[in-house]
């Protein structure tokens, strides 16, 4: 079943250590900074893509990865990062970043999500304990949906 590894840990983004959660949130990232300076109509296309399929990844596939790799959530399946981090840019203001720049304001929402995604704090944490992959991939939604309301903050507070 190697499309079913391939699809759970991103391309093989989730095998790489030190925090696989970090390789795995980047493709979305990437894939903002350098298609939002482009189109912004395929920046949100390609996110909603994103999101979609790391969501029906995490679901569709839960009962596989989570025998494959003897865990209910292993630290290996990033399509739930993928997710999570493509809802927080989605929900971002692309054509007017700000003094950030796109790539500023990229990396401040990477960062934050990596921040909420590894924190955890309630209510993200007691969502994972939701059955059947659900818990996987709504805590990093969560996730997604805080940092992109720290990104909308900062924005407003720095002009």
């Given at each position: 079943?190697?499309?079913?590894?391939?699809?759970?840990?991103?391309?093989?983004?989730?095998?790489?250590?030190?925090?696989?959660?970090?390789?795995?949130?980047?493709?979305?990232?990437?894939?903002?900074g350098?298609?939002?300076?482009?189109?912004?109509?395929?920046?949100?296309?390609?996110?909603?893509?994103?999101?979609?399929?790391?969501?029906?990844?995490?679901?569709?596939?839960?009962?596989?990865?989570?025998?494959?790799?003897?865990?209910?959530?292993?630290?290996?399946?990033?399509?739930?990062?993928?997710?999570?981090?493509?809802?927080?840019?989605?929900?971002?203001?692309?054509?007017?970043?700000?003094?950030?720049?796109?790539?500023?304001?990229?990396g401040?929402?990477?960062i934050?999500?990596?921040?909420?995604?590894?924190?955890?704090?309630?209510?993200?944490?007691?969502?994972?304990?939701?059955?059947?992959?659900?818990?996987?991939?709504?805590?990093?939604?969560?996730?997604?949906?805080?940092a992109?309301?720290?990104?909308?903050?900062?924005?407003?507070?720095?002009?």
């Amino acid at each position: 079943m190697m499309w079913k590894r391939l699809a759970v840990t991103s391309g093989g983004l989730g095998l790489l250590k030190p925090g696989p959660g970090t390789w795995g949130s980047l493709p979305p990232a990437i894939l903002v900074g350098l298609l939002a300076p482009v189109s912004l109509e395929m920046t949100q296309l390609v996110l909603i893509l994103l999101l979609i399929g790391g969501a029906i990844a995490s679901i569709m596939l839960a009962d596989w990865y989570a025998t494959a790799f003897e865990r209910q959530d292993p630290s290996e399946v990033v399509c739930d990062e993928v997710a999570g981090m493509s809802l927080c840019l989605l929900l971002l203001p692309w054509s007017q970043p700000g003094a950030l720049g796109i790539w500023g304001l990229t990396g401040l929402a990477w960062i934050s999500f990596r921040i909420f995604d590894i924190v955890k704090p309630e209510p993200i944490a007691c969502v994972q304990r939701l059955p059947s992959g659900w818990g996987v991939l709504v805590d990093d939604l969560l996730a997604g949906l805080a940092a992109a309301a720290l990104c909308w903050c900062l924005l407003l507070w720095i002009g």
